[in-house]
């Protein structure tokens, strides 16, 4: 019993380093440079706020923009920079099938759980390092139904998913125009997130922090 938990353990870490190794060799660039992005993303995650509750549950009732306001300027800017880093060759895309049905279905799912949480897969890691119980439940929640979605894809969840229409990008319908699409498509989207108003529901802590001619009961 002893032998079977220490080789389970030695598994179980030459996985994790296996993983380090996968992310160091996928031409990403260094662990720490993928290490530094991510304290860079986590930063602005908690300077922004989204990773509060009222952020996307605000979002999912129309009572806050935030989020909406981010997506769309993090989508607009980052659709440029992307297509043009893969055409110098900097960058590469993992670009997935489409499968409609699948992805009504696991769309609907997420936005569900995403109203019920208060969270999305980038601002609930930050919220568990901040100590938040209820998001490590649902993490681990996740999880679960990961690995549930797995071991029981071939003999279930594969005929839920529908037909496959291939790997499809928006560039591939304007054959010959595709680097004036992408800037439309950017720009566009950009002026989205700035023509969205700015919306903010705010919880208790916030608005002790706010001045009092700033505080929404106020106004």
């Not at 993983?19 to 993303?41: P, Q």
């Not at 509750?53 to 009732?61: L, N, P, Q, T, V």
């Not at 919220?127 to 990961?146: H, N, P, Q, Y």
């Amino acid at each position: 019993m002893d032998v079977r938990i220490i080789t389970d353990g030695q598994d179980f870490a030459s996985r994790i380093a296996q993983m380090f190794e996968t992310v160091i060799h996928e031409g990403h660039g260094s662990l720490a440079l993928v290490f530094l992005i991510g304290i860079i993303f986590g930063g602005i995650i908690q300077y922004t706020r989204v990773d509060k509750f009222e952020k996307i549950a605000g979002f999912s009732m129309l009572k806050d923009t935030i989020v909406p306001k981010m997506l769309f300027l993090a989508v607009g800017l980052t659709s440029i920079g992307l297509y043009f880093m893969v055409e110098a060759g900097w960058a590469h895309y993992h670009i997935k099938p489409v499968i409609w049905q699948g992805l009504l279905i696991g769309g609907t799912l997420f936005g569900i759980s995403m109203a019920i949480m208060g969270k999305c897969p980038g601002t609930g890691p930050v919220s568990i390092a901040e100590g938040r119980i209820d998001v490590l439940v649902g993490a681990i929640g996740g999880l679960f139904g990961g690995l549930v979605f797995t071991l029981y894809y071939d003999d279930f969840f594969k005929a839920l998913m529908g037909k496959s229409l291939g790997k499809l990008t928006l560039p591939q319908f304007f054959q010959g125009h595709e680097h004036i699409v992408v800037l439309i498509f950017g720009v566009v989207v950009s002026l989205i997130a700035i023509v969205i108003p700015k919306i903010e529901m705010f919880d208790e802590a916030d608005l002790s922090q706010l001045p009092e001619d700033e505080r929404p009961d106020r106004q």
